[in-house]
């Protein structure tokens, strides 16, 4: 049976609803699930409650729990990457030190400054990993789920040989979200969504067949709807398209929204999950963060582990490759002429169909020229930060913020590179390529 390695896994909700996915298909019941963390305290957690639903489900999975690296990913088929480089702590940087220059980000954890900085403490713990799987199981194949999805999978693909893909939930979310909006039972609908990740395009929406379009857009005028999603419903006005990120997220990916307090306040006020947290997903990470031991004994300790598999893509694809029954994900691959109207070699969410080929991309072909202008904005900054981080060159990284739709609005130049010069100075512990 496959083993499958979780790098990361004192992610505890997110790793065990990926536990619970692999293991509710039957054929992968048997599988070893390799879990690692530095953090020994989160790492019991997660392996009690792994336990815990194997005794309650009957499941035939071997239990792995170790701080060793090299140990989980030996002979590994499979490495899930959900790490987060620095923890709570250094995220707060990437939106406080921004914060006090009149960046308000939204999460920061994709582009502007803090989705950069993100990727810079990232990516050298990435290329440390892939070391290890180059050695230890070089066939295996990485499902990436860390933000900043774009710029991660990009380095691994311009600095390894390593097979991967970069996994999301915003394309399946938003397209529930639109079936929803617009009354259709989910199973009649189909459609194609490309661009990059979270912004990606829904070129094509149809139930049973019939293009949706006209029915999604008269959902702009009507607010029970409207107010649910605001800035996707925004883009759809003025570009044309629905887009796949929630718009608290989305928001912050372009020049339009958060340079105004009023625009602010009107999307921070749509996302429930925000409320106790004053609208700030970073508040929302401390609290959790504050609660963890607590909320994580409950989950144990109770009589019932809740198993219901997700729409997350991790565990269908280890089933199609094992098994070569199909399925179709939307996933980040480099793009190799699939997308023609975006710059080869960047990174692509696509469909794609997986058996035990692989992963295998769609060609998209050209995008409405407006989106791809859109998903280029973005890309600019991608490429920049790569290539600096890769480097280990700052002046490359003072120009991907220059670049940043967001930061470029609210900043001048030398503005920019202070607040670049204070983040380098705060995050110097993590960011090891630039000393």
């Not at 140990?71 to 790490?83: G, K, R, S, T």
């Not at 702009?220 to 629905?242: R, W």
């Not at 565990?315 to 190799?336: R, S």
């Not at 220059?402 to 010069?421: G, H, K, N, Y």
Request: aromatic share 10%; glycine share 6%.
């Amino acid at each position: 049976m496959a083993k499958i390695a979780m790098i990361g896994a004192g992610s505890i909700v997110f790793a065990k609803n990926l536990i619970v996915d692999i293991l509710s298909f039957p054929e992968l019941s048997g599988s070893t699930i390799s879990l690692m963390d530095i953090d020994e305290g989160r790492l019991d957690m997660i392996s009690k409650l792994a336990h815990k639903v194997v005794a309650q489900e009957g499941f035939n999975a071997t239990i792995e729990a170790t701080t060793d690296r090299r140990q989980a990913l030996e002979d590994a088929n499979y490495v899930i990457l959900m790490i987060q480089v620095g923890g709570v702590n250094v995220y707060e940087y990437d939106v406080a030190i921004p914060m006090k220059y009149g960046i308000k980000q939204a999460v920061g954890d994709t582009l502007g400054p803090g989705g950069v900085f993100r990727a810079l403490r990232t990516i050298p713990v990435f290329l440390d990993i892939c070391k290890d799987i180059e050695e230890l199981c070089p066939d295996a194949l990485i499902l990436n789920y860390v933000n900043p999805m774009a710029m991660n999978c990009w380095a691994l693909n311009a600095a390894t040989n390593i097979k991967n893909v970069g996994l999301c939930h915003s394309v399946q979310g938003t397209s529930e979200d639109i079936a929803r909006y617009i009354g259709a039972p989910y199973e009649e609908i189909s459609y194609k969504c490309a661009g990059i990740n979270h912004m990606a395009w829904f070129l094509e929406y149809k139930w049973n067949g019939k293009d949706a379009y006209p029915l999604i857009k008269e959902k702009y005028n009507d607010p029970a709807v409207y107010n649910q999603d605001i800035t996707k419903f925004e883009f759809l006005k003025h570009f044309g398209y629905f887009v796949t990120e929630s718009s608290y997220h989305m928001s912050e990916y372009v020049p339009y929204f958060r340079k105004k307090d009023a625009w602010i306040d009107k999307i921070k006020g749509i996302d429930s999950w925000l409320k106790d947290d004053e609208g700030s997903y970073l508040h929302r990470c401390q609290r959790l963060a504050s609660t963890f031991y607590e909320d994580m004994n409950k989950i144990v300790d109770a009589n019932k582990v809740e198993v219901n598999r997700t729409h997350e893509y991790g565990a269908y694809i280890i089933h199609a490759i094992e098994t070569g029954t199909p399925t179709v994900i939307n996933g980040n691959v480099e793009n190799k002429g699939l997308i023609t109207n975006l710059p080869q070699g960047c990174v692509v969410e696509v469909p794609c169909l997986v058996n035990k080929n692989g992963i295998q991309p769609t060609v998209i072909g050209e995008l409405p020229p407006q989106l791809a202008a859109l998903n280029r904005t973005n890309i600019n900054v991608q490429e920049l930060a790569v290539k600096g981080c890769l480097a280990g060159d700052k002046e490359l990284i003072y120009n991907a913020i220059m670049t940043d739709p967001l930061t470029s609005t609210i900043l001048d130049m030398d503005e920019i590179r202070a607040m670049v010069d204070e983040m380098f100075e705060a995050e110097k512990d993590y960011l090891p390529q630039f000393k």
